[in-house]
């Protein structure tokens, strides 16, 4: 069996500057000569066995260094960046993505935070929205907002809450059992759990140690509470440490996020990564036998599989959204290249606002963006009763979806047609930022474009988007 060559010019360049050596002087160290070594550096040649071993016992250096595998992940990446379709046709062959990363690894970094920069402003063109449409904006976000923020990039994942809530629920020895195994660690502590009629979901006295959760509550929201009572109380220092580490700006975003991780351990507690990540990919994500599975309400499952973002064994990249029946969103998450309006209304071409006409119903769409991506978009209805008659019921819309790769992977996929360009409707972020020129649905013009109004004719719109 060949054995393969090592090319690593980019590392050796790096070491040599990093020693400030001259060519003349590493080569004589590694006992080569000058022409060799700059063979080496050029990755037109590779580096030799003797080469290892001087650069082990000369310079003391791990030699595993030289084949970490930075040149495959950058080359990765850059293909990511580069499908992109602000790039169009321009995709470059894989041999020169390679010879860049192995070549030029520093070019290659910046290229890819360059798109990366990118589509963060491109994103952030919506919270625009905001300053158009309150007249008493300020610039600065919110407590709110920039919770939101925080957990948005970093990819609705946090690794060590997640790996300490999949820990706690290794407890029980099935996904039905968590209940049951919340409450032996709450005993543990001392906390007493009562059942009681009231409004509130939730409500710990900390002096008497007593956790009264309301009967009014679902089977699915009492275990939640009770996961969440239990990170609060078991999980305060892990908590407070990544709290630390986003430094918020002020205590308000602060309590907020708090409340927010808690709510991030109960939920991978209930439907822990491993287990959870097998179970989806076997029943092809099929929400309802997710949700019986783990004990889960829709909205709940939903959530979850849009943070199946763990290093080494990602899920899907899906995105998650949740919008009221004036249409504004509540809750919002993307793993995808599709980002929502920070502000305001969503789509209204969007399947998630017919939801509400088709309760109880799962509603499939294929929609393609203004930047030429396309999605599966799957719409229902999630009402939360208020426990009694009289009591008001809530009412909201969740939509799960994906980009259309990935359609084999999902059982609502099964009957549509992706390989027609036809079937896919046109939808688009928020009316403001949309490039669309002639959207039926259009509310307001579109940022920075230049409007032509002819008063002697009329069509869908008033005006003409330049």
């Known amino acids: 069996m060949a054995t393969q060559k090592l090319y690593a010019g980019a590392k050796l360049r790096e070491m040599r500057t990093r020693l400030a050596l001259t060519q003349k002087d590493f080569a004589a160290k590694l006992g080569v000569s000058l022409p060799y070594l700059n063979q080496m550096e050029n990755n037109n040649r590779p580096v030799s066995t003797t080469v290892v071993l001087a650069l082990a016992q ?3 250096m791990d030699v595993t260094e030289l084949s970490t595998g930075d040149s495959e992940r950058l080359v990765s990446d850059m ?11 321009t995709m470059p062959p894989v041999a020169d993505l390679r010879l860049t990363a192995s070549n030029a690894p520093a070019l290659a970094r910046a290229f890819i935070e360059l798109h990366r ?18 007249e008493d904006a300020r610039n600065q976000n919110s407590p709110w907002d920039e919770v939101r923020d925080f957990f948005h990039y970093c990819d609705n994942y946090i690794d060590a809450v997640d790996r300490a809530a999949e820990n706690c629920a ?5 996904a039905q059992d968590i209940r049951a195994t919340a409450l032996a660690q709450l005993t543990e502590r001392g906390v007493v759990v009562a059942l009681t009629d009231m409004s509130p979901l939730r409500q710990f006295d900390a002096e008497r140690k007593i956790l009264r959760l309301s009967t009014r509550a ?3 929201t009492q275990v939640f509470q009770l996961l969440l009572q239990l990170a609060l109380l078991t999980q305060d220092k892990l908590l407070e440490a990544t709290l630390d580490l986003a430094r918020f700006h002020s205590d308000a975003a602060r309590a907020i996020a708090k409340i927010g991780l808690a709510n991030y351990f109960a939920g991978a ?21 997710l949700s019986l599975q783990f004990g889960a309400s ?5 959530h979850r599989l849009s943070t199946m973002q763990r290093p080494g064994a990602k899920g899907i990249p899906f995105f998650f959204v949740r919008v009221d029946q004036a249409g504004t969103i509540t809750k919002r998450h993307s793993a995808t290249r599709l980002q929502f309006a920070r502000f305001g209304g969503a789509c209204p071409l969007w399947n998630v606002h017919q939801a509400f006409e088709t309760p109880g ?3 499939r769409q294929l929609a393609e963006t203004p930047d030429g991506v396309r999605y599966i978009s799957l719409a229902r209805d999630v009402s939360k009763p208020g426990g009694s008659y009289g009591a008001p019921v809530r009412r909201y819309a969740i939509s799960l979806g994906c980009e259309v790769r990935h359609a084999g992977s999902l059982v609502y996929a099964d009957t549509l047609d992706v390989s027609n360009a036809g079937t896919f409707e046109p939808i688009g972020i928020s009316c403001r930022i949309c490039e669309r020129k002639t959207c039926h649905q259009r509310s307001v013009p579109p940022l920075e474009r230049q409007l032509t109004i002819d008063e002697n004719e009329r069509g869908v719109l008033p005006y003409q988007v330049s």
């Open 117 to 134: 920069s990118y589509r963060q402003t491109h994103e952030r063109l919506a919270s625009l929205d905001e300053a158009l449409g309150r």
């Open 58 to 60: 000369e310079f003391g």
């Open 361 to 363: 119903r799962f509603l």
């Open 170 to 174: 290794s407890r029980a020895s099935t």
């Open 269 to 289: 507690a209930l439907m822990p990564y491993g287990a959870f990540l097998a179970t989806a990919q076997e029943c092809r994500h099929d929400l309802e036998r």
């Open 79 to 89: 293909r990511e960046a580069l499908a992109d379709p602000v790039f169009a046709d």
């Open 218 to 220: 679902t089977p699915q």
């Open 298 to 302: 829709i909205e709940q499952v939903a």
